[in-house]
């Protein structure tokens, strides 16, 4: 059965430009060619350009490019390297997400902040902590004050101070710096607990579509690696000598 890169494109509302693109960079397997020097693909192509767009929601674009790349050019193992590291990210993703809820239920609401900045003596003294304590924490990437141009001194601002206080909650608690460092980074994109508290529905919702999507990515990348090989495929295998291209 022979197919156009119109017939490919139209299933999936894509442009033929964008079908002869996936070719050259690797995307679709080497198209046969007429005669005339045209294009022809197989069912085969339309089946790697199903997995391909079935990858792209599991892995990103760029990722989804590499794994078809290395299917196509034989090195399957590369393929199944890429999709590992993909589900290592997603499980890195779930335990962050454990880690923020499990630190959100152990924190209390901070008493109201004071207005203006501090400097680190008066902070860790309100702490019952050592200026130590603030100084390792920097160093983690936990809390980064700005300097005082003029004294050099660190300054602590209202920001600042909310996480240093969620920071000592957690460490009172028994967390971890690198815990303590991704939990506060969620607050800090979230715009404080409380956001990031109605944020985690919607952070479970992105983790479970990616996981679904995963389920069906590999599924249609499952079909295409046993999906016959195309005509041009076959030559190649044959040792035989494929057309010369000259035309789209």
């Known amino acids: 059965m022979r197919l156009r890169p119109i017939d490919l494109a139209r299933e999936h509302g894509l442009s033929t430009q964008a079908v002869r693109n996936y070719e050259e960079a690797g995307i679709l397997p080497p ?12 069912p085969r192509h339309a089946v790697a350009l199903r997995a391909f767009l079935a990858l792209i929601p599991a892995h990103g674009h760029a990722a989804a490019g590499a794994i078809m790349r290395a299917v ?19 499980a890195d993703d779930r335990r962050t997400l454990e880690a923020v809820e499990r630190a959100l239920r152990d924190l209390v609401p901070p008493r109201e902040l004071e207005p203006g900045v501090t400097f680190i003596g008066p902070l860790a ?7 130590a304590t603030l100084r390792k924490w920097q160093r983690a ?25 969620l ?23 979230a715009g404080g607990p409380e956001p990031l508290r109605a ?23 499952d079909a295409y690696l046993g999906s016959p090989p195309t005509p041009r495929q076959a030559e190649t295998a044959t040792g035989s000598k494929p057309l010369t291209t000259r035309r789209g």
Request: without cysteine; glycine residues 10%.
């Open 167 to 189: 920071a000592h909650q957690l460490r009172r608690g028994g967390y971890g710096l690198t815990q303590i460092a991704r939990v506060l980074d969620q607050v800090r994109t």
């Open 31 to 42: 198209a046969g060619r007429s005669p005339h020097a045209y294009r022809v693909y197989a």
């Open 199 to 221: 944020t985690l529905r919607e952070w479970h919702d992105r983790l479970t579509a990616r996981g679904r999507a995963m389920l069906a990515g590999a599924a249609a990348l």
């Open 125 to 131: 003294h309100r702490l019952g902590i050592r200026p």
């Open 72 to 90: 196509n050019g034989g090195t399957v193992e590369e393929a199944l390297r890429l999709i590992d590291e993909s589900h290592a990210q997603l």
């Open 141 to 165: 990437g936990l809390i980064v004050p700005r300097r005082d141009p003029r004294t050099g001194y660190r300054v602590y601002t209202s920001a600042d101070v909310r996480d240093v206080l």
